[in-house]
């Protein structure tokens, strides 16, 4: 049995990273009934934002802090137990602005954490969470498979790289080009959901 964590983050009911992971989700189900899922919908029950109060507490080594800071840090402290506990984890991520969605981000601030889920060694940044599996699923309405595009994509390259900072070893499903008409969106779509089903089946 493996504890799943989902989280979504599409301010869209119906958009494509949410059916994606629906699709993933049941593809798991079907396979292995067993496995426990925590979904956390961050679109529709978003984390707060990090604030002027608690800035000073995240950086600060867990061992160093009073337990009126760890009353603060509360929240972070919650979401960092679901990701530790999970033995895979699945994102879904639409594009806004070239970039992840201020829920998506605002749970990443929430969950880099010192000490916690990465810290400072000889060779620079040691993520903390063991190489820990991960599908991303990333939707986004243009195409970025040229350098021109591709210097305005923020979105994947920013999760490529804060997701390893932590130590998890992403896969990463792209939709994109849905927008760009029938053909490429179908093509796209089709070789989005060849990942998935890949990495569904790692969890048979």
Excluded: C
């Excluded at 995240?58 to 509360?74: F, G, M």
Aim: charged share 25%.
């Amino acid at each position: 049995m493996a504890n799943i964590l989902v989280i979504e983050s599409s301010a869209k009911l119906n958009g494509y990273s949410r059916q994606l992971v629906a699709e993933f989700i049941d593809q798991v189900k079907a396979q292995n009934s067993d496995h426990e899922f925590v979904i956390r919908d961050l679109a529709h029950d978003p984390v707060p934002v990090i604030t002027d109060d608690i800035v000073d507490i995240i950086r600060t080594p867990p061992d160093k802090l009073t337990e009126e800071q760890r009353h603060k840090t509360a929240v972070s402290e919650q979401l960092i137990g679901e990701l530790k506990a999970a033995d895979f984890v699945v994102v879904g991520s639409s594009m806004y602005n070239w970039n992840v969605s201020a829920s998506l981000k605002a749970w990443i601030d929430q969950v880099m954490r010192i000490g916690m889920t990465f810290t400072y060694g000889g060779d620079g940044v040691v993520g903390l969470l063991g190489d820990k599996p991960a599908l991303v699923v990333l939707a986004r309405g243009g195409s970025y498979d040229s350098p021109q595009r591709a210097a305005r994509d923020m979105q994947k390259p920013y999760l490529e790289n804060i997701l390893n900072v932590m130590g998890l070893d992403a896969t990463f499903a792209v939709m994109e080009g849905h927008l760009m008409g029938e053909e490429i969106r179908d093509a796209n779509l089709a070789k989005a959901r060849d990942v998935i089903s890949s990495a569904a089946k790692t969890l048979a």
